[in-house]
């Protein structure tokens, strides 16, 4: 029904108008009354043909193609749908009689001033506050004492420093915004999975394992490494825990960490470091399932990691962790095997199981890395410079 408003209620009916009915009206002089007349509006998706008359209801008709209006109004045209999308972006929403089409940058880019430009990256020490969107850039802030972050990145967060004594483990070394704390002499990426010995420490330490071991080599590596000593107590500890091989990687992994503060040793902590970060590159994007982790397990020499352990290892490890553990484990069982060589063993096994190409790569360029010049011969003669003369005539052997 038409409504013939008098002017003196004007105001209150615009009022009243506005919150109360549907649809939505708006205020239309009429010729041939000579009165204001209250006429709906055109809902989205129309345009206003005709206004009402005192007789007749507003007459809307709909958009035609590419046009679109997305509200109640009163235009008497519709609105033209935006071009196509620019570079660097997609359509999130296809144009159609009530909306307009709406564009939006790729995954991790975000709009500025017509532009999709890419989101910042957090550099070392900075986290990610907000992860950047469509819309805005990332926002990155420094990590707060208690939290750190070693990598570069556009949307992980400072992390946590790890508690060493809620994991019944010692506070080696002190974490900052950049590094994790050390914990008992195992880093972030080893500790919550238990791994004993890295790969790159037994790369790092293997030449100062000699072909034949003589009685006395703890003694001789004890007394003849600079810097603070390790105690007579740890040595016959390391002798009781750990098979003749095994013994002088954990003696220089302690006296590592004890000596952690002298220049030559945060070298060669510094180096570890970078080789367990390419390790990582290599086999920390590896996701195998049980079936595929038996069957490398199983494709290892000498004795062999049990089932129980590895279902146990998917459950405690990440499954970029998972393959480090296992062969941590493999080397407990077999001290005096070499890991890179068991790998080299298994590499032929693992052809005939249809083993994922990708990962037989991966495999081959871990070993590659592990055997490279700078791995053993660099480092075989800054350890023989360090512990002199004494050590050097004993016969030591370099993979």
């Known amino acids: 029904m038409i409504m013939v408003m008098h002017p003196k209620f004007l105001d209150l009916s615009i009022k009243w108008t506005t919150q109360e009915t549907f649809p939505p009206k708006y205020l239309h002089y009429d010729p041939e009354t000579s009165r204001q ?12 043909k005709q206004h009402c008359t005192a007789r007749r209801k507003t007459v809307c008709a709909p958009c035609p193609d590419h046009h679109y209006t997305d ?8 609105l033209y749908c935006s071009p196509v999308c620019k570079e660097l972006q997609y359509v999130k929403q296809e144009c159609n009689r009530t909306h307009n089409r709406v564009c939006e940058c790729v995954e991790g880019r975000y709009l500025e001033l017509e532009f999709c430009l890419k989101h910042r990256s957090c550099p070392p020490g900075f986290g990610v506050l907000q992860v950047g969107t469509p819309e805005r850039d990332t926002v990155c802030k420094r990590c707060p004492d208690g939290f750190f972050s070693n990598e570069t990145s556009s949307k992980a967060p400072c992390r946590k420093h790890t508690n060493c004594s ?13 590094l994790d704390n050390i914990c008992s002499g195992n880093s972030e990426s080893t500790h919550k999975c238990g791994i004993d010995v890295t790969l790159c420490e037994e790369a790092f330490f293997r030449f100062a394992v000699p072909t034949k071991l003589t009685p006395n080599w703890l003694s001789v590596l004890v007394d003849n490494l600079p810097g603070t000593k390790v105690n007579a107590e740890s040595v016959e500890r390391i002798k009781r825990r750990h098979s003749s091989q095994e013994q ?7 006296w590592k960490h004890q000596n952690k503060d002298q220049d030559v040793v945060k070298k060669i902590i510094q180096d ?17 399932t049980f079936e595929q982790l038996r069957s490398l397990m199983e494709s290892l020499p000498g004795k062999k990691v049990s089932t129980e352990d590895i ?3 998917m459950k405690t490890c990440k499954s970029s962790k998972q ?17 890179r060589k068991g790998l080299m063993h298994a590499l032929k096994h693992l052809k005939t199981h249809h083993f994922p190409k ?20 660099l480092y075989q003669k800054l350890f023989l410079e360090m512990i002199g003369n004494q050590v050097q005539s004993v016969k030591i052997s370099c993979l």
């Open 358 to 377: 990708t990962v037989i790569q991966s495999l081959k360029k871990t070993i590659r890395f592990l055997h490279s010049f700078t791995m053993y011969r």
């Open 248 to 254: 002088t990687f954990q003696l220089l992994k302690l």
């Open 37 to 48: 007349l209250m006429c709906d509006k055109c809902p989205p998706g129309t345009f206003l």
């Open 71 to 78: 509200r109640w109004h009163t235009s008497d045209e519709c």
């Open 311 to 313: 279902e146990k290892t």
């Open 323 to 339: 393959i480090l553990k296992l062969l941590s484990l493999w080397r407990s069982k077999n001290g005096d095997q070499d890991t």
């Open 166 to 178: 809620a994991l019944g483990l010692l506070l080696i070394q002190k974490g900052n915004a950049m």
């Open 272 to 288: 570890i470091n970078l080789c367990e970060n390419s390790v990582q590159k290599h086999l920390g994007h590896m996701n195998l």
